[in-house]
């Protein structure tokens, strides 16, 4: 049988639709599963665009994407974590169980990581084989879409959640579509005040509507200065990083409180120049570096907050589009005027 898929056929940019074999072969301890919404994230802009990463880590052909919900239509003769019928999203990251850090529970840094629709073939297809221990299963009386964007909402929890927010002063850096998600966390969980910091007006305008109490835009004001005032001259309490741009993290060295914290998901291009001593030392900060999500604790705080009804995923999913207009949504990704783009097969 045959399906449609969205595949990095060659060593270039772009991605092609193709007609390939449902996966239906399954070893042992994996499951097919019939993908009911799949969303882009930035690695999938990253590969359609074949910049110097993807051209360093993908192997082509493979069928791209990796944030998804779907229904489990078969599985194979060793799973008992699913049954048919179910319905799931995965946890992206295939551990080898084996290493160290597995060996200690820390499956987030395992050294032998996987990445489905990065090492392995993912969710941009009407089909995708999935390791059972990755799949988390969904209250399917949840809008599928809103259980397709669990994965990112997931490196957002990890991002916000790592350090205590509620009744603080949190600054969110970058208000992509992960950012903005960071955004809704700290409203739902009680933050103090939020700030967000964001050149672009569309996501300014989203950060406002999800729950962000000030917006600083960079190229408009001065965000060391408007930090202090917005904070009465004692700086943040706990910054989130989500940007992986050079000049707002080294600000926000400036502006995070003595005794502050400092979640950092984002990922810089270049070398970034910190005063360590005064900034760090001095201050006493603890700078905590986000990998993917904890397995499986970030997805239970995911679950819960999902449930919870407290977010605003309405509003941080933005577009809706057939999986074959793929050409369509990376562009609007790639302009910045979105929050979570989602593709129906």
């Not at 193709?18 to 919404?37: A, G, N, S, T, W």
């Not at 005064?278 to 990998?291: A, L, P, R, S």
């Not at 074959?324 to 979570?340: F, R, T």
Request: proline share 4%.
């Amino acid at each position: 049988m045959e399906m449609t898929a969205i595949i990095k056929e060659t060593r270039a940019a772009g991605l092609k639709i193709v007609k390939k074999q449902v996966p239906d072969q399954l070893k042992p301890d994996e499951v097919l599963v019939k993908v009911i919404v799949t969303s882009i994230c930035g690695t999938d802009v990253h590969i359609y665009k074949w910049d110097k990463w993807s051209q360093g880590r993908i192997k082509p052909p493979l069928t791209t994407g990796h944030e998804f919900c779907g229904k489990v239509i078969k599985i194979g003769s060793k799973v008992t974590k699913v049954k048919v019928g179910d319905v799931v999203s995965a946890e992206t990251h295939i551990v080898c169980g084996e290493c160290e850090f597995c060996k200690r529970g820390e499956y987030h840094i395992c050294k032998n990581t996987k990445i489905i629709g990065v090492d392995t073939d993912g969710c941009f297809a009407e089909y995708a084989k999935m390791p059972a221990y990755n799949l988390i299963v969904n209250n399917s009386g949840i809008d599928p879409k809103f259980l397709s964007i669990q994965e990112p909402l997931g490196n957002a929890v990890h991002t916000m959640l790592h350090f205590d927010i509620k009744d603080k002063t949190v600054a969110v850096v970058g208000c992509g579509p992960i950012g903005l998600m960071g955004v809704n966390i700290a409203k739902a969980v009680g933050a103090k005040k939020i700030i967000a910091i964001e050149v672009n007006d569309y996501r300014i305008k989203l950060a406002k509507e999800l729950g962000a109490d000030v917006v600083i835009n960079p190229l408009k004001e001065d965000v060391i200065q408007r930090v202090f005032e917005e904070t009465d001259g004692t700086g943040i309490d706990v910054v989130t990083e989500f940007s992986g741009n050079k000049q707002a993290i080294e600000q926000a060295f400036k502006y995070v409180k003595p005794g502050g914290k400092m979640s950092m998901l984002g990922i810089v291009p270049s070398n970034i120049e910190i005063d360590l001593s005064n900034d760090v030392v001095f201050k006493g900060i603890t700078i905590y570096g986000v990998v993917g999500r904890l397995l499986f604790k970030t997805w239970d705080q995911v679950t819960e907050l999902v449930q919870s009804g407290k977010l605003n995923l309405d509003k941080i999913i933005t577009h809706t589009l057939p999986l074959k207009d793929i050409e369509k949504g990376m562009e609007i990704m790639i302009s910045g005027n979105s929050g979570k783009v989602v593709l129906i097969p």
